[in-house]
């Protein structure tokens, strides 16, 4: 066995562990993307703790396994990297959202989402959904609400004599 085709087989292992790791990923097209671009949204990645990886298509579809949707093989054609999402995957996806708008040279192929496939045409709905803690906030607040309105309408009587006390007796 020569040293190319061990590389090759570490790199399938590699993207294989990373597959079965993530439960979500986004393939993206980086095709005409200049180099200070590509370390740049490198660096945003990073520092958010998403992994990104230029990958071969020929050795990703030789990483992907039986349980990974059948319509991901279709969308390793041209340039492909795949961003990796392990926690917050939303947070991942309107990064490459606002990444591809600000510089109009990445564009999403396909993904996984919480082991879902994402077609092309769902990705901007699902960069718009609100992060999961805002919406915990927001059923909070909701919850909290008709509480504090009670509460707010039980005490309105013992104000409303407080004052009227208050009145009489600054009267004698």
Request: glycine share 2%; net charge positive.
């Amino acid at each position: 066995m020569n040293v190319n085709r061990e590389k090759k087989e570490d790199l399938v292992k590699e993207i294989s562990a990373n597959f079965a790791k993530h439960d979500s990923f986004y393939l993206l097209d980086f095709i005409n993307m200049p180099v200070a671009q590509t370390m740049e949204l490198r660096r945003q990645l990073h520092e958010n703790s998403f992994p990104i990886r230029v990958v071969k298509n020929r050795l990703a579809l030789r990483a992907l396994t039986d349980d990974l949707p059948e319509n991901l093989k279709e969308h390793f054609r041209g340039p492909t990297a795949i961003a990796f999402a392990s926690e917050n995957p939303l947070q991942l996806a309107r990064m490459i959202r606002d990444f591809s708008k600000q510089h109009k040279v990445l564009k999403y192929k396909a993904g996984l989402l919480e082991g879902q496939f994402l077609p092309e045409s769902q990705f901007d709905d699902v960069a718009s959904l609100t992060s999961r803690e805002d919406l915990i906030a927001k059923l909070g607040f909701l919850m909290a609400h008709p509480l504090m309105k009670l509460l707010r309408t039980w005490q309105a009587p013992m104000e409303s004599l407080g004052r009227l006390l208050s009145q009489f007796k600054s009267k004698k």
